[in-house]
């Protein structure tokens, strides 16, 4: 058994990690500095080591067939320091909290009239109104139809003719119970096992799979809604939240895309999770289309593509799409002895310079999102996330107690300089741009003498960019939550069902979850929406026409609040 290192043996490590020409050479000061550097580094190897020892301890034990030691994740370690690397609270602005009447927002469906007993009033008694209070309550019982269809038979035409089920019914279940089934499980997170004792209890008789077919098949009307909504949420702004997250579909591992605005939410699940995979995304589709153009070659240049290699593809088809089958065709035959990672960046620079020229999809000209290399040079600019930033110096954990001081000393300036990046946004000016770059430098530039600080600074300092571009337009977030928050709603189905065995059922959740987290944002009720739906649309379960389509709401929202691209005043 792997014991901690004493005190002694620290200190050993440490003089003997010291180079005496360089305390010679250096002040007390930076002596000091260097003695209390490396203790962090000697704290954070031991961490590491401590890690790797206890995974081969649980490796071992897996092999003697017993279990290694359960991953449970305390709010605090050791030392009582917090191991939650959220930054809420720092982030958010304490507001005040008023308390509004629930009542407004209740839909009344009837009325009724409480007498007060006449013979229990005095004769005085003179009629001042009415008091009101609402009561809700809801109805819940089973409503089952044995329909009796007209049957007749033509002798002469040897023809049977029969009545046909009412409007929305389709089998042996009506469009109420259609409607709770996808709202409870797709909206209220219950499972299959726990809808079908839901119904029983109720007094409705329903199999495993039927409903797991209701859940899943027949859903071609709202994948079409489902498209409408992701070309629309596009179009409503130029910037666009992204995130990821891991799903299994099958056994295997694929990837979850969420890309939102603040009036709807896509989610899209793809087997890998690259670049391409991403222009997929984008695209809204499953087959890539190539073109070899100034922008191919611009990209490229980013990736150093050797120069005999642009040669060849120069003498390839210019400015002309091609498709995925068309386009390796031509790769195998004109750039045979291509090795695999130019390859892969000529296809990714053919299919980005494509997204940018194709007008079948609104363009993403601006990404938020964190700085994950495969969102790189998709969109024109990519803006980063200062939550997500701020979340690296949270992990720094220093061990020396002055090293503290100094990392709670600087978190506590980069959440004032945040706070003052969304105040410029209320009012930008191009005065108050310069001050917050100058501002954005010092702080990030300063040397505090805690070494792992100051790499991370350096670190933040090389995506100024990114994380200032607020300041040329003030519309873009500051940080990337809406994104992430969706990408836990999708963790928490995970979570409560674990997986999807088939591409189908993982596109039925991509389809309904997106319904379900625009229709929220668009303030519309999602049971509403499945259970009554509009009369032009006949994939909406009752056929009522009360709803639009969520593409004409969306449209008209962006229309009459739009997010678009601002310049900063000059």
């Known amino acids: 058994m792997t014991q901690k290192p004493s005190s002694d043996k620290l200190i050993t490590a440490l003089l003997q990690s010291i180079d005496p020409k360089q305390i010679a050479e250096s002040g007390v000061r930076q002596t000091v500095e260097l003695l209390l550097n490396l203790i962090e580094q000697l704290n954070l190897k031991i961490k590491e080591l401590e890690e790797e020892n206890q995974k081969l301890r649980d490796e071992n034990n897996r092999l003697k067939g017993e279990q290694g030691k359960p991953d449970i994740k305390a709010n605090k370690n050791k030392k009582g320091f917090e191991k939650d690397h959220s930054s809420e609270k720092e982030r958010k602005i304490p507001k005040e909290h008023r308390k509004t009447s629930k009542n407004q927002t209740i839909k009344i469906d009837r009325e009724e009239v409480v007498v007060y007993p006449q013979e229990k009033l ?3 008694a003179q009629f001042k109104g009415y008091e009101e209070v609402v009561v809700q309550d809801i109805l819940l019982q089973a409503d089952n139809v044995l329909f009796r269809k007209e049957k007749y038979y033509s002798p002469s035409e040897g023809k049977t003719y029969l009545a046909l089920l009412p409007t929305g019914y389709d089998g042996e279940f009506d469009p109420g119970i259609k409607a709770l089934v996808v709202s409870l499980y797709y909206g209220g997170n219950m499972t299959q096992g726990k809808l079908l004792e839901f119904f029983e209890d109720i007094g409705i008789s329903m199999s495993a799979g039927h409903l797991s077919n209701l859940l899943i098949k027949n859903q071609e009307d709202f994948e079409a809604e489902y498209q409408e909504v992701y070309t629309e949420g596009l179009a409503s702004s ?16 694929h990837t979850t895309n969420v890309i939102c605005n603040p009036l709807y939410t896509i989610y899209q699940t793809t087997r890998n999770k690259d670049r391409l995979s991403e222009l997929k995304v984008f695209q809204n589709t499953t087959e890539l289309e190539f073109i070899l153009s100034e922008l191919t070659y611009e990209l490229l240049d980013t990736f150093h593509l050797p120069t ?20 390796n065709t ?7 002895k291509l090795g ?6 000529i296809y990714e620079s053919a299919a980005i310079a494509f997204y940018h020229q194709q007008s079948t999809i609104p363009v993403i000209k601006t990404l938020l999102c964190d700085d994950a290399p495969q969102f790189k ?19 720094l954990g220093p061990f020396v107690a002055c090293h503290q001081k100094v990392l709670d000393d600087f978190l506590e300036r980069f959440w004032k300089y945040y706070r003052k990046l969304l105040a410029y946004r209320d009012s930008p000016s191009r005065d108050k741009a310069r001050e917050l770059k100058s501002e954005f430098w010092t702080l990030f530039t300063e040397k505090t003498g805690y070494e792992q600080l100051d790499e991370r600074k350096r670190l933040t300092a090389a995506k100024a960019f990114e994380l200032l571009l607020v300041l040329e337009h003030p519309e873009l977030p500051l940080h990337n939550n809406p994104a992430e928050l969706a990408a836990r709603t999708m963790v928490q189905r995970r979570n409560i069902s674990y997986a999807t065995q088939t591409e189908q059922g993982a596109k039925a959740w991509d389809i309904f979850i997106s319904l379900v987290a625009t229709t929220r944002k668009l303030g519309i009720s999602f049971f509403e929406y499945i259970r009554v739906g509009a009369a032009r649309r006949r994939h909406r379960i009752s056929q009522i026409g009360h709803i639009p ?12 609040n739009p997010f678009g691209w601002s310049w900063l005043p000059e």
Do not use: M
């Open 330 to 336: 031509l790769i195998d035959e004109y750039l045979s």
């Open 377 to 395: 040079l998709l969109t024109d600019d990519l803006a980063l996330c200062w939550v997500h930033e701020g979340r690296h110096y949270k992990k």
């Open 549 to 560: 389509s969520l593409g004409n709401i969306l449209r008209d929202r962006s229309s009459s």
């Open 122 to 124: 005095p004769a005085d």
């Open 308 to 327: 005999k290699w642009i040669h060849q593809l120069k003498l390839l088809p210019q400015q002309t799409a091609f498709t995925e089958t068309e386009f």
């Open 340 to 345: 695999s990672q130019y390859r892969t960046r």
């Open 238 to 253: 130029p910037w666009q939240h992204f995130d990821q997250t891991g799903a299994r579909v099958g056994g295997v591992n």
